[in-house]
């Protein structure tokens, strides 16, 4: 089986996931221990936010749920997210703190108001929140790091660290990027980029804006590259920006070293295990964001997770029409799309940049906002396609928009995705070695 590769360049992130936080216990105090004399229904890899929100919803559907995960495993990421997506799910309440409107600044002084209220998540809160719907819905925990998963005469196995084989009707794996060894991608497709980010939360002086007194979280990001920015470089980027500010950093609380593969092939339908989360490609190929998508989809993936495992099918046809709930053709078409963004971007030089999002944000709401949020449909995104081309200015449209279309492959990847029909391709497309990885030699350790 083979999978994309990027997991091998995770390494580099060991600091962000040997963070410790005595706030957050560990789950096996939190979840029972599954009974060893009966396997579940579903074994979900991997304690995140996509694990646990699956979890809670595949308990909900009634189905027997075990997670295995790191005995340790918290959640250690500085989450942002669009408050409106948040308040859209109830969750309002595991916001830390939230900000009226966000400013981008496309060029020196001139501040473009986005009109969208931003939020930073408080992490601890999310997680008690999703491990109180775990144990509301009899989730069970099994410590364990996953090595191997395979499927044999219809049972599905994983097999752990410690040489302890568990089996389940369905292995879905929620473990982050990490999962990219044990699934099988798409053939042909652009390969895989990285949006890397060094953050600090500070305390600092000689900063009158509106956070909270003295404390704030900083943070450099490099939205999308290929090869992936180097974690010095965005250090270094962000001390220039603090002093050009006149922000004297007091203390250093916390650091963020944030890796996030982007774009690249996606899962094949045609594998017998399935996957959610960033796991399974929801990564927004131009933001680098999942987080509200996995929360939002995890109802109606444990929905048809249900359906297909009461169907009485194969293996491979469970896992297939789970896979098809997450990447339908449609779904297929419009991730081209975003990925067609990516490229473009990935490929675009300071002035052109702050050009294509000065026209980005002066589209209609619903476009940019539903561009930001995967909401609008292969259909929509050809409106979006077509405001932009005529809103941009004139050296955009030609040398970048139409060149990239009809040149890059990443314009094939996207017009073919458009015309292929439901019947055929990606979905049981093979993957004869062609699945990408990204660079990583570049990546310096943290
Ligand atoms: C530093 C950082 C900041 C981010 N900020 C944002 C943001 O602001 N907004 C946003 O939307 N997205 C953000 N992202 C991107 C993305 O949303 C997050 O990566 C999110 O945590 C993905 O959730 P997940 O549950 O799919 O995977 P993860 O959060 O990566 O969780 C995977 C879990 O699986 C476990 N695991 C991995 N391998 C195994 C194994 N072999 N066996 C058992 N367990 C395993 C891990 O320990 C982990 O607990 C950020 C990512 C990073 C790295």
Redesign the pocket.
């Known amino acids: 089986m083979r999978g994309r590769q990027h997991?091998q360049c995770l390494a580099p992130?060991a600091p962000?996931?040997r963070k410790r936080d005595d706030q957050q216990d560990p789950l096996s105090s939190l979840l029972p221990t599954p009974d060893a004399r009966v396997s579940p229904d579903v074994l979900v890899?991997?304690?995140?936010?996509?694990?646990?929100?699956l979890a809670a919803e595949l308990g909900a559907q009634g189905l027997r749920t075990t997670l295995?995960?790191?005995a340790a495993?918290?959640?250690?990421?500085?989450?942002?997210?669009w408050a409106d997506e948040f308040q859209a799910l109830g969750l309002e309440h595991t916001l830390e703190h939230v900000w009226g409107d966000a400013v981008c600044y496309f060029s020196e002084g001139r501040p473009t108001r986005v009109g969208r209220a931003y939020a930073?998540?408080d992490r601890q809160k999310l997680r008690q929140h999703l491990v109180e719907a775990c144990q509301a819905n009899g989730v069970t925990f099994q410590p364990?790091?996953?090595?191997d998963v395979g499927v044999k005469n219809g049972t599905a196995s994983?097999t752990?660290?410690d040489g302890s084989v568990l089996t389940a009707r369905l292995v879905t794996?929620?473990?982050?990027?990490?999962?990219g060894r044990?699934l099988k991608y798409e053939s042909s497709a652009p390969a895989v980029a990285v949006?890397t980010?060094y953050?600090i939360e500070v305390e600092v002086a000689g900063y009158d804006e509106a956070f909270d007194p003295g404390r704030v979280f900083l943070e450099e990001t490099c939205l999308v590259a290929k090869p992936a920015l180097p974690f010095q470089t965005l250090k270094r980027r962000l001390e220039r920006r603090c002093a050009a500010l006149g922000l004297e950093i007091k203390e250093v609380h916390e650091e963020?070293?944030?890796?996030?593969p982007v774009g690249g092939p996606l899962p094949l339908a045609d594998q017998p295990i399935t996957a959610?989360?960033?796991?399974?490609s929801?990564?927004?190929p131009a933001?680098?964001?999942?987080?509200?998508?996995?929360l939002r989809e995890a109802k109606g993936v444990a929905a048809a997770t249900a359906a297909a495992l009461g169907s009485a099918d194969s293996q491979r046809s469970v896992a297939s029409r789970v896979w098809d709930a997450l990447w339908s053709q449609e779904r297929r078409k419009q991730a081209a799309f975003h990925i067609f963004g990516m490229e473009l971007l990935c490929k675009m030089g300071v002035e052109p940049t702050a050009q294509f999002f000065t026209t980005f944000f002066s589209l209609p709401t619903r476009q940019w906002r539903g561009f930001l949020g995967s909401s609008l449909t292969s259909l929509q995104l050809l409106v979006f396609a077509g405001t932009t081309f005529v809103l941009a200015p004139l050296p955009i449209k030609v040398t970048r928009l139409v060149r990239h279309l009809v040149q890059d492959p990443a314009g094939k990847y996207l017009l073919r995705a458009y015309t292929r029909s439901s019947q055929e391709g990606s979905a049981t497309e093979e993957a004869p070695g062609a699945a990408t990885a990204a660079p990583r030699d570049s990546l310096p350790a943290a």
């Open positions: 997991w992130l962000q996931a890899v991997g304690a995140g936010p996509a694990g646990l929100a295995v995960g790191d495993s918290i959640f250690t990421n500085n989450y942002g997210v930073r998540v364990g790091e996953v090595v994983v752990c660290q794996l929620a473990s982050g990027a990490a999962a044990f949006q980010a953050g963020e070293w944030s890796y996030i959610f989360g960033a796991a399974a929801l990564v927004h933001t680098g964001y999942s987080l509200a998508r996995s």
